[in-house]
């Protein structure tokens, strides 16, 4: 049964908020590094730069 | 699959790439249960329903222990193992366990305000988390601040092994000094004087904040293998373009050699 959170909701609320923030943070931070790091990867893949094995730098075999 | 299999950085990628949907999926689904079973926990006798921080403290604090501790068996496998993931682990998981000891911290604050009547107390419980933290961004700095990621790993390596002193001193602090923060009720000798009421949730969000972790830091380390990828195209091109203009350069220089022998 969901209770009432009494006097002290603004701290039960801003200690969750912050941990929804932080942790949304550190995801977007993740998957935008992500996205920038493969996009440079395929960049110099367009300009002929393979890495030593030959692969693509981007490939995941 | 071997440790020496998951050595090679575009394994790694592979096994990850099938991983990561698996983790993140396993994630949200605990931390939905878990926060639903935060909020339908009952009051506290003394704290009221400021019992509800600690489903987020305590799992935030824990954690924020347990990612030194990654990083200082990472730091082990960069110095003694030369393993080529571990300095990578080590790097990927700072800012995440810097995220978490900031939690740590704010969520206590918040939570100390109404029941200790004070945001903050130089106790030392909370100094030697704050010290954690700063140890964290130190680590964070240092890897920035050295271009080379193996002469940055080695110091790395060093200062991690070094900060992992503060892990039994945070953890026994309560125990060693008189302090405000209160003794463990959860992991101690003769079980956990926690009710099933608190202790249910409590257990959920911890493992649900762990899984957290372990799906970032994946990601994290599938970005740093990336990012090394990138770093080390960088520099061939770089390398290409110097030597093909020092050729530039000396077919120049035979030309107008050439020309001049000819006059």
Redesign the interface.
């Known amino acids: 049964?969901?209770?009432?959170?009494?006097?002290?909701?603004s701290?039960?609320v801003?200690?969750?908020a912050?941990?929804a923030l932080?942790?949304a943070?550190?995801?977007g931070?993740?998957v935008l590094?992500?996205r920038s790091?493969?996009r440079?990867?395929r960049e110099?893949d367009r300009?002929g730069?393979t890495?030593r094995?030959g692969?693509s730098?981007?490939?995941?075999? | 699959m071997t440790l020496i299999d998951l050595a090679n950085p575009?394994r790694f990628?592979?096994l990850t790439?099938r991983a990561l949907p698996w983790f993140a999926a396993a994630t949200g689904i605990l931390l939905a249960i878990g926060l639903y079973q935060s909020?339908?926990a009952?009051?506290d006798y003394q704290q009221?329903?400021?019992v509800?921080?600690m489903f987020?403290?305590v799992p935030?604090a824990w954690l924020s222990m347990f990612v030194w501790g990654v990083m200082s068996i990472a730091s082990l496998g960069t110095l003694v193992w030369r393993h080529p993931l571990a300095d990578v682990a080590a790097k990927a998981a700072a800012?995440?366990g810097a995220?978490f000891t900031?939690?740590a911290l704010?969520?206590g604050s918040?939570?100390g305000?109404?029941m200790w009547g004070t945001y903050w107390e130089w106790d030392a419980r909370l100094t030697s988390v704050l010290i954690l933290f700063l140890m964290y961004l130190g680590l964070m700095a240092l890897w920035r601040a050295v271009d080379d990621p193996s002469r940055a790993a080695r110091a790395a390596a060093v200062l991690t092994l070094v900060g992992a002193i503060n892990l039994p001193i945070i953890k026994f602090s309560v125990d060693w000094w008189n302090t405000l923060h209160q003794p463990a009720s959860v992991m101690r000798m003769g079980g956990s004087s926690l009710d099933r009421s608190f202790l249910i949730p409590l257990l959920l969000m911890a493992i649900a904040f762990t899984l957290?972790f372990v799906t970032?830091h994946i990601?994290?380390m599938?970005?740093e293998i990336?990012?090394r990828?990138?770093r080390?195209?960088?520099m061939?091109?770089a390398s290409r373009i110097a030597f093909s203009s020092e050729m530039g350069a000396g077919s120049r220089e035979g030309n107008a050699s050439n020309e001049a022998g000819a006059a």
Request: aromatic share 8%; charged share 15%.
């Open positions: 049964m969901m209770t009432s959170l009494g006097p002290y909701a701290f039960i801003t200690s969750y912050a941990a932080v942790v943070i550190l995801i931070w993740i590094d992500y790091q493969t440079r990867l110099l300009s730069l890495r094995s692969r730098a981007t490939d995941t075999p | 575009t990628l592979a790439a909020a339908c009952p009051d009221g329903a400021t509800k921080i987020i403290h935030n800012p995440i995220a900031f939690l704010l969520t918040l939570w305000r109404p957290l970032l990601a994290a599938r970005n990336l990012r990828r990138v080390s195209l960088q061939m091109q």
